[in-house]
């Protein structure tokens, strides 16, 4: 009886852990700052970064948020497969002249569910 009981416990943790085991996406970014160098002033500059899944669920991002009014984004708003690849196109209005350094929190299912891309450069 006790050898029953304790044959039962183990096959219990161990259904119970290996169920634990959540598939999840995960980002994997080419670079995640991007450099414009020197840019027009009054000409919007943007740049795609652009991404794969390696995880193994689907990444459904959420929200894409600049750090300021100047800035916007835009991205893959259908969920990206394991294996597949999408983008988050971001936008700086380069109407101040000076240098500038712009981020953009990405807010995803992912391993990293909180995501940072930079953008900077300086405007002449």
Not at 90 to 109: D, E, I, L, W
């Amino acid at each position: 009886m006790k050898k029953a009981l304790g044959i039962l416990t183990v096959l219990v943790a161990i259904i119970g852990f290996t169920s634990m085991a959540v598939a999840i996406g995960e980002f994997r970014f080419e670079k995640e700052t991007h450099d414009f160098g020197s840019i027009a002033q009054n000409k919007p500059a943007s740049y795609d970064f652009k991404f794969s899944n390696n995880g193994d669920a689907p990444i459904i991002i959420t929200e894409v948020k600049p750090s300021c009014g100047c800035s916007v984004a835009e991205f893959t708003r259908t969920p990206i497969k394991p294996g597949d690849a999408g983008t988050i196109t971001v936008t700086y209005n380069a109407a101040a002249k000076g240098p500038f350094t712009k981020q953009f929190t990405v807010k995803s299912n992912t391993k990293t569910p909180i995501k940072t891309l930079t953008v900077k450069g300086t405007v002449e």
